[in-house]
């Protein structure tokens, strides 16, 4: 907790990147298309995210990197119509950092010699950087809380039907989100 509490944001990017070229370097190039960049941006602004991210493969849905990066599988984009999806994602993978700090999922994952070298030196090894983007990779996608997931759709202005019915089309696994959408009846504020 304590190393968590002093690493400073400038670190959290700092690693945060190195995992994304460790991660490229298993899943190819991100898209880098010039229609996709500044839609891109919009996305990652409407949604206080710092950077969205879209690769070809590798990431089954989403990851959230330290420093605030979100990694999205270009299905999320391609497959769906409607932006509300994609949103929903983002707000998924914001949601499950909330919940559990990506640079605590690394450094539990690599166990307290690695805690406490970024904690006296202010780096952590190439190595186990290179074995986290790994591990990222075959991650399985967690469920956030529905209430706090919710709450985030509300507060962003999205609504969470579409992207309910996108985790399950017949609905009945992601009831709370379709029932409690907070804009299916009413319109989104101007």
């Known amino acids: 907790d304590h190393t968590l509490g002093v690493v400073p944001k400038v670190k959290r990017v700092e690693i945060g990147q190195t995992l994304e070229t460790e991660l490229t370097r298993l899943t190819g190039a991100p898209c880098r298309g010039v229609l996709a960049s500044p839609a891109l941006a919009r996305l990652a602004d409407r949604l206080d995210v710092p950077r969205l991210v879209v690769l070809r493969g590798g990431v089954q849905e989403t990851l959230h990197l330290p420093g605030g990066t979100i990694l999205l599988n270009r299905a999320i984009v391609e497959d769906f119509e409607e932006p509300d999806i994609a949103a929903g994602y983002i707000l998924a993978a914001k949601a499950d950092a909330a919940k ?5 999922a690394l450094l539990e994952s690599h166990g307290p010699l690695t805690t406490l070298r970024l904690l006296t030196t202010g ?24 209430e706090h997931l919710l709450g985030l ?17 017949s609905g009945e696994s992601t ?16």
């Open 153 to 169: 759709f509300r507060d962003y202005e999205v609504k969470s039907t579409p992207y309910a019915y996108a985790l399950d089309p």
């Open 100 to 104: 559990y700090d990506p640079l605590r």
């Open 175 to 190: 009831l709370p989100l379709i029932e409690a959408d907070p804009y299916e009846t009413s319109p989104l504020p101007v």
């Open 123 to 146: 780096t952590l090894p190439d190595a186990t950087l290179r074995t986290h983007a790994e591990e990222l990779v075959l991650r399985k996608p967690t469920s956030p809380d529905s």
